[in-house]
């Protein structure tokens, strides 16, 4: 059962993580089974390969080696996490997916569109979102709040990629916006904290007919 799985998709600092916490508070206090979780991550295993992949370990595989290692990740959150979670029936929150694979390692990566789709398709086959929240903002801006936020900490391996090549990213995120219409949504994630989530939450109530049960 496919049919509550939302994902969060966006630059980095554009506010997904923040997202997923409000929305999962709103659909909790109506009283849904809410599940939230991350890529790469959201299981034991995952959340190991993750380490790999943030600290820029696996970076010497190159971006064939890194994006198999984000499917293989995916595969065990899949089976971990999501299909449970789906199976009973909770909403599924989590803060980036396959799309995040497109245009991170697809796209601003430069991996062939090919095999791209070959190993989405042999990580995720059928499950794709219901419906998927891009967060848009310049990329100076979200790059500025991940700063913030991290205070002394440094980069991790894809933030710290030059500005060029986070533009290419936000520009690839549109770009499957308006290939997939019917899943994704763009909210403009540069207000405050609590305007991005009304309108998140006006996307989402939309989406699965929730209207009724907040007035
Ligand atoms: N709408 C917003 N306006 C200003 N700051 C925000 C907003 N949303 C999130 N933040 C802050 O910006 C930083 C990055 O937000 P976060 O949700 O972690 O982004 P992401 O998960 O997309 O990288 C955090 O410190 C967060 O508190
Ligand atoms: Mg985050």
Redesign the pocket.
């Known amino acids: 059962m496919a049919g509550r799985f939302i994902t969060?998709e966006?630059?980095?600092?554009?506010?997904?993580?923040?997202?997923?916490?409000l929305l999962a508070d709103r659909l909790r206090v109506l009283g849904f089974d809410v599940t939230t979780t991350r890529e790469p991550g959201g299981s034991p295993t995952a959340e190991a390969i993750r380490g790999l992949l943030l600290s820029g370990r696996a970076r010497p595989l190159g971006v064939l080696g890194e994006a198999y290692l984000f499917a293989a990740a995916r595969i065990d959150h899949i089976a971990e996490t999501i299909r449970p979670a789906l199976d009973r029936g909770a909403f599924v929150l989590c803060?980036r997916f396959t799309d995040s694979t497109r245009v991170y390692q697809g796209g601003a990566g430069g991996l062939d569109p090919a095999t791209v789709g070959d190993l989405e398709r042999a990580a995720i086959g059928a499950l794709m979102p219901t419906m998927t929240i891009i967060?848009d903002l310049p990329v100076h801006v979200?790059l500025a709040?991940?700063k913030?936020?991290a205070g002394t900490e440094p980069a991790d391996r894809f933030e710290a990629d030059a500005i060029a090549v986070h533009e290419a990213r936000r520009q690839g995120f549109l770009a499957i916006a308006r290939a997939e219409p019917e899943r994704c949504v763009v909210v403009d994630?540069?207000?405050?904290?609590?305007?991005?989530g009304q309108a998140i939450w006006a996307a989402v109530a939309d989406r699965f007919g929730l209207e009724k049960r907040t007035r």
């Not at 600092?13 to 916490?21: E, F, L, M, P």
């Not at 994630?189 to 991005?196: E, F, K, L, P, R």
């Open positions: 969060f966006g630059g980095e600092g554009a506010g997904k993580s923040t997202q997923v916490r803060d967060l979200g709040r991940a913030a936020r994630g540069t207000a405050d904290a609590q305007t991005v």
